[in-house]
């Protein structure tokens, strides 16, 4: 029904940076909200940051001031930059979208996930 493709993650240096991309596409009337989500090696996947519509982003307490997130809805995209990265941002990181189609009502998609990894 909806497809989020997830691209921009890699492996980068402690301190660097990266900026993840994301873009849906099919049976879609309205995006409500789009964020990023990740789960690191034996961790419940975490909310990163995310944007309802005609709302403020909303991050989680460790990526404030170093994380950006942005929508851009005429490309129904999303995008994560991603300044400063510490060991522990290492994770799979998770395109969400809270998505309203006239055969299914408000519903949440998720994308296929994209690694991203900090090294020394």
């Known amino acids: 029904q909806v497809r989020l493709v997830e691209s921009g993650g890699g492996l980068v240096q402690r301190g660097g940076s990266l900026r993840l991309s994301c873009v849906a596409s099919?049976?879609?009337?309205?995006?409500?909200?789009m964020g990023w989500y990740r789960q690191a090696p034996g961790k419940q996947r975490e909310l990163v940051a995310r944007i309802w519509s005609g709302r403020s982003a909303n991050y989680t307490d460790s990526v404030q001031g170093r994380f950006t997130i942005s929508r851009d809805s005429d490309q129904n995209a999303v995008y994560l930059q991603m300044n400063s990265l510490k060991f522990e941002d290492t994770a799979v990181y998770y395109c969400w979208a809270n998505v309203y189609g006239f055969s299914y009502g408000s519903q949440d998609f998720w994308g296929q996930g994209t690694q991203v990894t900090v090294s020394a």
């Open positions: 099919g049976n879609l009337f309205k995006i409500n909200g």
